[in-house]
């Protein structure tokens, strides 16, 4: 099966040993495996409850504002509603727990399960690991922890139901007025974009939590040489309670009472009443084949429509999308997520060859959206020296910059349409930035303080970003910049900057 498969290439790790593996040996944890695993479940745990209690009040803000618009023109509308119960689902949130009964409940994620199942092992197999009391406590608060923060997302899907649900009842109290203020809609519409970001917001928690980090690595690989360890997994594992293996299970005892492969295609051929094909029998396992084959194809174009609308599955099917609404798959994302750290530089020469300066500046930028993003930067200007035998790096400037990026439009139309996948465009941004350069060579701090010692720029143009292999480490990808830009200040500055830029540079 592809989840058993799965299973077996998560929880990765970088010093996790077994001695004489066949007999069971003894497994030496690496230092910092525990608080790795800690930190991980810690910092989600903060994040959902943070993240799930600032929602909740969002949407008990919104629905207390729609009521009063529609109050308005109905005063006994609110009374037709069952009173919400938002407050009710933060105190479950912050009180969850891990019992079993909701770990076996909602959506199954391998790596959880491997996590929890090698830490519940690790645990109780005492003398496989450590004989110290103090290790056998940490993986216990360890897993203490990790069914705590599965029992917070079972509650986080509760509100992501009860959202869904409350939906329909304010869509269907609307349904009952004709002549409502534009206000309600709007306020309805924040509603439903809030429970669709929250959504969404959960499925990249589940992600995040389902992935192994580079710490917990290989461990679940080396256990499965361990014959106790998949004992113990083909018992305690939500997936082994979930399917539970019979205890004869590979012996001929288990075969007893089942049904022989010729009976079972008796049976199909007389309930699926498969007509003959030239005087033969048609055959119930390759019809059912095609069939499954068939529902493959829908459900995978089904799939992409939920890709395109942003929903990747996480929505559920009572999930409603606002009219008129693109995602922005950047509002789910952490902070530090959304940060883009890029570097540039660009160079001036005296001569025909040899280049005097070179401007080296390093930049962090916040994505707003898909297409916007806005940043700051510094930069630094080393000279280089007259010529290839006069070779002299010093410093000579420093500079601060503010910039944004818009994603150019795609002005390439057929039949009418804009189209979207044109290769060029789609790689072209429009940039406009402010900045300030101190032009003079820097012999003291003093210099700074001198306000005619520093340029002003205003600069702005075009920008192609494309994607190229990353020089520092084999096979991983970055993203390279080409910026062609225009100064308007560059007569005003003394002695006057050069009035077109251009830039080369990376981002990470």
């Not at 606002?322 to 789910?332: A, C, L, M, S």
């Amino acid at each position: 099966m592809k989840i058993t498969l799965t299973i077996t290439i998560l929880l990765t790790s970088i010093g996790l040993h077994a001695q004489d593996s066949l007999s069971g040996g003894v497994v030496t944890l690496p230092p910092g495996y525990i608080s790795a695993v800690d930190k991980k479940i810690n910092g989600l745990d903060h994040r959902l409850t943070r993240q799930s209690e600032k929602y909740v009040r969002n949407f008990a803000r919104l629905e207390e504002k729609l009521l009063q618009k529609i109050s308005k023109t109905d005063s006994s509308a609110a009374a037709s509603l069952p009173k919400p119960g938002y407050k009710q689902l933060n105190k479950k949130l912050t009180t969850a727990n891990g019992k079993a009964g909701k770990l076996l409940s909602g959506q199954y994620l391998p790596g959880v399960d491997s996590l929890a199942t090698s830490l519940s092992f690790l645990k109780e197999a005492g003398n496989l690991v450590s004989k110290t009391k103090d290790i056998q406590q940490q993986l216990g608060k360890s897993l203490e922890n990790l069914n705590i923060l599965q029992g917070k997302l079972h509650e986080a899907g509760n509100i992501q139901a009860y959202v869904q649900q409350r939906q329909q009842q304010l869509r269907q109290l609307l349904s009952n007025y004709s002549n409502l203020p534009k206000d309600v809609s709007k306020y309805l519409g924040k509603y439903q974009r809030e429970a669709f970001y929250y959504s969404q917001q959960l499925q990249e928690y589940r992600q995040v939590l389902n992935e192994p980090d580079k710490l917990i690595a290989k461990t679940l690989a080396v256990l499965q040489n361990v014959p106790a360890f998949s004992s113990f997994w083909q018992k305690h594992s939500i997936l082994a309670q979930l399917f539970p293996t019979p205890d004869n299970y590979g012996t001929p005892q288990a075969l007893a009472g089942l049904q022989t492969r010729a009976g079972v295609q008796q049976v199909l051929q007389q309930q699926l009443a498969l007509p003959a094909t030239n005087g033969a029998s048609a055959n119930p396992a390759q019809y059912l084949q095609q069939q499954i084959q068939q529902a493959q194809g829908e459900l995978s174009q089904l799939k992409d429509k939920l890709n395109q609308l942003g929903i990747n599955g996480s929505g559920g099917s009572d999930m409603i999308v606002p009219e008129h609404f693109t995602p922005n798959p950047e509002k789910t994302k952490s902070f530090l997520k959304r940060i883009q750290l890029g570097s540039n530089f660009s160079t001036q020469r005296s001569g025909q060859y040899f280049p005097t300066r070179v401007d080296i500046a390093v930049t962090a930028a916040y994505r707003l959206s898909e297409k916007v993003q806005a940043g700051i930067g510094l930069s630094s200007k080393l000279g280089l020296g007259q010529n290839w035998k006069n070779i002299r790096v010093t410093g000579e400037s420093l500079g601060a910059r503010v910039f944004a990026e818009w994603k150019a439009p795609d002005l390439f139309r057929h039949g009418g349409q804009v189209k979207t996948n044109n290769r060029l465009m789609s790689s072209l941004w429009l940039y406009a930035g402010a900045e300030l350069n101190h032009h003079r060579t820097i012999e003291s701090l003093a210099e700074f303080k001198n306000y005619t010692n520093w340029s002003k720029n205003a600069l702005a143009g075009l920008s192609k970003k494309y994607s190229m292999r990353s020089p520092l480490k084999k096979g991983k990808k970055m993203q390279g910049t080409f910026s062609f830009l225009y100064d308007f200040l560059h007569r005003r500055n003394i002695p006057a900057t050069p009035a077109f830029v251009w830039r080369v540079g990376y981002e990470f």
